[in-house]
């Protein structure tokens, strides 16, 4: 059974850091490009950040380059996201993305909120 289980979400300060993860089941991990998406209430959801399947390639959303980080260790099928310098703005429900030509899987999502 294919599931993606996204964790590390939470209440955290102006400037704090998180730590979210994203662990795959049930497909070819290795094989396949990931991404964070996140959802903001009453926006659409909009991509964060994307790494290719061997970790060679990887993009961010300008909104958040040089303070997001995205990893994957292919050995333990897991996809990271590191959030540092994090802002009100960054507040979302964060979504784990699989994606290999028509396949496309989604987790349930993690609420991050970033308040004073």
């Known amino acids: 059974q294919v599931q993606l289980v996204e964790s590390g979400g939470g209440l955290v300060q102006p400037g704090g850091s998180l730590r979210l993860s994203c662990a795959a089941y049930?497909?070819?991990?290795?094989?396949?490009?990931m991404n964070w998406y996140r959802q903001a209430p009453g926006k659409e959801r909009e991509l964060v950040a994307g790494i290719s399947s061997t970790g060679a390639n990887i993009n961010y959303a300008d909104a958040v380059k040089g303070r997001f980080t995205i990893s994957r260790d292919n050995a333990k099928n897991t996809v990271y996201l590191e959030m540092n310098s994090l802002k009100p703005e960054d507040t979302a429900v964060y979504y784990c993305?699989?994606?290999?030509?028509?396949?496309?899987?989604w987790g349930q999502g993690t609420q991050v909120t970033v308040s004073s």
């Open positions: 049930g497909f070819t991990f290795s094989s396949y490009t």
């Open positions: 993305n699989a994606r290999w030509y028509t396949y496309r899987y």
